[in-house]
């Protein structure tokens, strides 16, 4: 079986660096290990479309952004196949046969969208689209035949509704979809990285990001002002490394050579953790240690992003090419599907 992976974002604006440890660093890796045969990375328009349906210019401009950020962050046209989800119509077809397996209630019971609806404030005035949006998710996946989805630990119960789709079809029609597993970071710190301002997540809602292509001085100014721990008020005060943002930030960005370039003072991340805990370090100079190692992580980031944004046409080039070439795939599998379901009536 080929193996294949599928993942993307829903362009509701820049992506943070919250993506880039949560998933983006791993699809890069994932890309050059040479492992998969194909990788598809999609855009995902219309899954943002359930949610900002009056606002479909500001869906339309975060494509490009998006795009630039996963051509920034090293996704290679070569290798990853970058596409629009709006334009393969095959998924939409997919997610509404797929609508007859799923129950409202088995819907309303995932975590995830449970906690999407609570974060948005809907009540009882839920969009059709964003609540059915697990089961477009198993359509974008399944359309691929992903045999691997590499994503946030938020999106695992979505993964869990798309096996169940799949074993439901299966059952019923006969084996024709792969069933996906799904690939969590490996650096447990990266699973979900809280808001600057100490939020258990971060979000472009909530105005808690540190952008992927934020200027140096805009990211140290975040930093800078990061949410730390309240009790640690004077420098002689012990501090609290758990759940306090900069300490999570540093367990997911940090590696041994930024101590020593940045503060060989300390050997290791756990050395400084254990001179904050018992007291005696005050929480600027941690964060002028965090400033200079996401600043090493983001400067070939933003280079990259500088040279694409000089040559926007390629991007748009690589997005319609990347289009075409997955709803090929799609289409492939939607034959397979209403073979499967016996609606080829003219076949």
Not at 278 to 288: A, M, T, Y
């Amino acid at each position: 079986m080929k193996q294949v992976i599928l993942t993307g974002d829903r362009p509701t604006g820049r992506l943070h660096v919250g993506h880039y440890v949560g998933s983006l660093k791993r699809r890069v890796q994932l890309q050059n290990s040479g492992k998969f045969d194909q990788i598809f990375i999609m855009i995902a328009d219309a899954q943002a479309l359930t949610d900002n349906a009056h606002q479909p210019q500001k869906v339309r401009e975060n494509i490009i952004q998006v795009a630039l950020d996963y051509l920034s962050c090293g996704l290679d046209p070569e290798k990853s196949t970058i596409f629009i989800q709006s334009m393969i119509p095959e998924l939409t077809e997919l997610t509404f046969y797929y609508m007859n397996l799923v129950t409202v209630a088995r819907v309303g019971r995932n975590p995830t969208v449970k906690s999407e609806i609570k974060m948005r404030d809907f009540k009882t005035s839920i969009p059709l689209g964003f609540f059915a949006y697990p089961v477009s998710q198993a359509a974008d996946i399944t359309a691929f035949r992903a045999t691997a989805v590499p994503v946030g630990e938020d999106q695992m119960p979505m993964l869990e509704q798309c096996r169940e789709i799949v074993h439901s079809f299966n059952s019923i029609y006969g084996e024709t979809l792969v069933e996906p597993q799904i690939i969590l970071p490996d650096n447990k710190a990266c699973l979900r990285l809280p808001g600057t301002d100490g939020k258990a997540k971060m979000s472009k809602s909530l105005g808690n990001c540190i952008y992927l292509s934020d200027d140096e001085e805009t990211v140290r100014k975040k930093v800078m002002s990061m949410f730390t721990d309240p009790n640690h008020v004077r420098v002689e005060d012990p501090g609290r490394v758990e759940g306090n943002p900069v300490f999570v930030y540093l367990d997911a960005f940090s590696r041994p050579d930024h101590f020593e370039r940045f503060w060989p003072e300390y050997k290791n991340l756990d050395e400084l953790k254990a001179h904050y805990q018992r007291g005696g370090l005050g929480d600027v100079k941690i964060k002028k240690f965090l400033n200079q190692v996401l600043q090493d992580e983001l400067a070939p980031i933003r280079e990259r992003r500088k040279q694409w944004e000089a040559h926007l046409p390629e991007v748009y080039e690589i997005l319609k090419k990347g289009t075409e070439k997955a709803r090929t795939v799609a289409a492939q599998t939607m034959h397979d599907v209403r073979a499967a379901m016996k609606i080829n009536y003219f076949e």
